[in-house]
């Protein structure tokens, strides 16, 4: 029998992973001064085209037509912003309407509004010797889908990418100050360009986990609020990836916990349960204003 506190943590780890897949990707947007609020609709986008790739593909072919859908989106939110200089609030607000809507259309039209012959391949945990063997933690960490993984590995890849080289180091010169990174070489649009794609396929490659390593399944609105926690996230890690992973942890217990509550049948109603994530993320948010400085471009309209 699975010990309990087992059990919560690996809920936790699986919880949190499309969170953190979702939050890494915003984290180097927003280091780039850009705030991209449609990685909500980006998840819903990836969740989507895993739905209907898997079914003909497989898994593997989930997960590309996952970062597809992601990528799609952020060209769109990326040719308002970039090229036009909309204000990237309203504009991250309508690339989530426009997916939400599309998103709803597609499934409608391709499997009815019920979705009922829906039969989509998952992916199962996949356990890592020595290990998972840990007492305690070995089960909850290591014996996970392979998303989960690809976590561990991109976490500390970006944070020595950010602070350890060039490249990095003009990301957050672009996020700090653009006008001067532009006049020292860097090439603002471009640079930022890439971190909205690269935005757009981890919170493609966030959606896909959902269907393909935890439900199973597609439904309207399937998001549910993702891409705000993982902005909070971002927020609550003070834009930098390690933190952003543990941030990511606190969100996923907090998810992981309203489930074992429910489990446990206590006599409250359910809205309060399924309220959790977002009261934490209200709190969190509430905890850190006034504590923690963004970059100091974010959201900025300039014209590169």
Do not use: K
């Not at 597809?68 to 607000?93: C, N, R, S």
């Not at 690339?95 to 989509?120: E, K, M, N, P, Q």
């Not at 309220?275 to 959201?299: D, I, K, S």
């Amino acid at each position: 029998m699975t010990d309990p506190g087992t059990a919560f943590l690996a809920a936790t780890v699986r919880t949190a992973t499309p969170l953190a897949l979702a939050a890494l990707g915003e984290v180097v947007a927003e280091r780039a001064g850009v705030i991209n609020i449609s990685i909500e609709g980006v998840i819903l986008a990836g969740a989507l085209g895993a739905t209907v790739a898997a079914r003909t593909w497989g898994i593997a072919g989930g997960f590309a037509a996952a970062i597809l859908g992601g990528v799609a989106l952020a060209l769109v939110f990326a040719l308002f912003v970039l090229w036009l200089h909309a204000d990237q609030i309203i504009t991250g607000t309508a690339v989530i309407l426009f997916a939400f809507g599309l998103t709803g259309t597609l499934y409608r039209a391709l499997f009815g509004a019920t979705g009922a012959a829906l039969s989509i391949p998952t992916i199962g945990p996949r356990r890592i010797p020595v290990l998972s063997s840990i007492p305690e933690i070995g089960p909850a960490f290591f014996d996970q889908p392979v998303p989960t993984y690809a976590v561990y590995l991109l976490t500390p890849l970006l944070w020595w990418w950010m602070y350890r080289t060039h490249s990095g180091l003009a990301l957050r010169a672009v996020g700090e100050a653009p006008a001067a990174a532009q006049a020292a070489g860097v090439r603002v649009r471009r640079l930022r360009l890439y971190a909205i794609l690269f935005g757009g396929i981890t919170g493609g490659v966030a959606g896909g986990t959902l269907v393909l390593a935890q439900v199973g399944t597609f439904a309207e609105g399937m998001s549910a609020g993702r891409g705000f926690i993982a902005i909070a996230i971002v927020v609550l890690g003070r834009w930098n990836p390690a933190g952003v992973a543990v941030a990511a942890l606190v969100f996923g217990a907090a998810s992981a916990l309203q489930y074992l509550l429910q489990a446990l049948g206590l006599a409250l109603p359910y809205q309060l349960f399924l309220a959790l994530p977002y009261l934490l993320t209200l709190a969190a948010l509430a905890g850190v204003a006034g504590r923690v400085h963004a970059p100091a471009a974010l959201a900025r309209t300039d014209e590169f």
